[in-house]
């Protein structure tokens, strides 16, 4: 079946400072890949998505390509600021037999400090 | 403006005692989905449902039921809740059941506490 893994958190680090967090995944067919962001005491929110192999999503900052070869949508952003402190999940959906639901990662909590 | 909503946002309550958690979507989605997040597991989808009365079960659907008699509403019923029904449940909607084009929309979560 479909699943995602992504880096355990937390992650904590200082305003400017370069954020990755890792996520790989093991899909059927041709999934499409989403990050999701969730602030303290919010829903998730879609932060970025690509839908097919070698594209790059993009939002505020953040970038995560679609890696086919390596089965990975790492998410990147060159300097993060405080207001980027909240959960991120790694999500992937529309595979095989996953048509209807999105497959989440476990979420990576992140913190950034002045 | 478009939003999912919840209602309760919290609830405590007590094992047994049937509960209805209500949520509603203003932007006339034929998919909806319920989901539940647990610390450490991430969220897993417990209903879904493509259009007015057709529902399927997610991941993990025992001890729940739902329905959909109306497009805009799809209501999480937890007949005998038991305290591993303790979590955070959130609402989805999307346009369609096509995930890997759609965006799906999230309610802001209820959290259920179940003594």
């Known amino acids: 079946g479909n699943s995602v893994t992504q880096m355990e958190g937390p992650v904590t680090l200082s305003e400017e400072a370069f954020l990755t967090i890792n996520c790989t995944y093991t899909?059927?067919?041709?999934?499409?890949l989403f990050w999701y962001v969730q602030y303290p005491g919010e829903g998730l929110q879609l932060l970025l998505k690509a839908t097919k192999a070698d594209d790059k999503g993009s939002n505020k900052g953040f970038e995560a390509t679609y890696r086919k070869e390596t089965t990975s949508f790492h998410l990147e952003k060159g300097s993060v600021q405080v207001s980027d402190s909240a959960v991120y999940f790694c999500?992937?959906?529309?595979?095989?037999?996953?048509?209807?639901?999105?497959?989440f990662g476990k979420g990576t909590l992140l913190t950034v400090n002045p | 403006e478009a939003q999912v909503t919840q209602n309760p946002r919290y609830l405590i309550t007590v094992t047994g005692k049937k509960l209805t958690v209500t949520c509603s979507q203003n932007m006339n989605h034929e998919y909806m989905s319920w989901y539940r997040q647990d610390p450490g597991l991430g969220l897993r989808q417990i209903y879904y449902?493509?259009?007015?009365?057709?529902?399927d079960k997610g991941d993990v659907p025992e001890g729940y039921k739902v329905s959909r008699k109306e497009k805009r509403n799809f209501p999480l019923i937890l007949e005998s809740p038991s305290p591993n029904q303790t979590s955070l449940y959130f609402c989805?909607?999307?346009?369609?059941?096509?995930?890997?084009?759609?965006?799906?929309?999230f309610g802001p979560g209820t959290r259920l506490t179940v003594l």
């Open positions: 449902s493509m259009n007015v009365e057709v529902t």
């Open positions: 899909a059927t067919g041709y999934p499409s």
């Open positions: 999500a992937l959906g529309g595979s095989g037999g996953s048509n209807y639901k999105l497959t």
């Open positions: 989805a909607s999307s346009r369609s059941g096509t995930l890997n084009t759609d965006t799906q929309y």
